[in-house]
């Protein structure tokens, strides 16, 4: 996270904000939504499945393979990705936890 001054924040504070980034671009979440619908590891081209150019796709898996969210093993020429079953959990506690925390505001605004 660089200049952000992460090390100031939580270990769970830390872990959310990667998750968060992970899922704040569209082309992600389409990634995540086209792997989670997939029976097996994903070898094909993913990149036929969105309006993006195989160089974009790719940036897109390493941030979610970063994040933890994928993982990719590789098969002859070919990538295989699916989603890693253990950190797709833990991110759905995280943020479940993020949103149960909400106490209501009443009235305001």
């Known amino acids: 996270?660089?200049?952000?001054?992460s090390y100031e924040f939580s270990v769970k504070e830390n872990k959310l904000a990667k998750y968060a980034k992970?899922?704040?671009h569209p082309a992600r979440v389409a990634i995540l939504q086209f792997l989670a619908t997939q029976s097996s590891c994903m070898c094909g081209d993913i990149?036929?499945?969105l309006p993006l150019s195989q160089s974009t796709v790719s940036q897109h898996l390493k941030e979610l393979k970063e994040?933890?969210?994928i993982k990719g093993s590789?098969?002859?020429?070919?990538?295989?990705?699916?989603i890693d079953v253990k950190e797709w959990k833990a991110a759905?506690?995280?943020?479940?936890?993020?949103?149960?925390?909400?106490?209501?505001?009443?009235?305001?605004?």
């Open 1 to 5: 996270m660089g200049a952000t001054k």
């Open 47 to 49: 990149v036929e499945e």
């Open 67 to 69: 994040a933890g969210l």
């Open 74 to 82: 590789i098969d002859g020429a070919k990538v295989c990705y699916c």
């Open 22 to 24: 992970a899922l704040a």
């Open 92 to 109: 759905q506690v995280w943020l479940n936890k993020l949103f149960d925390s909400y106490k209501g505001c009443g009235e305001c605004c």
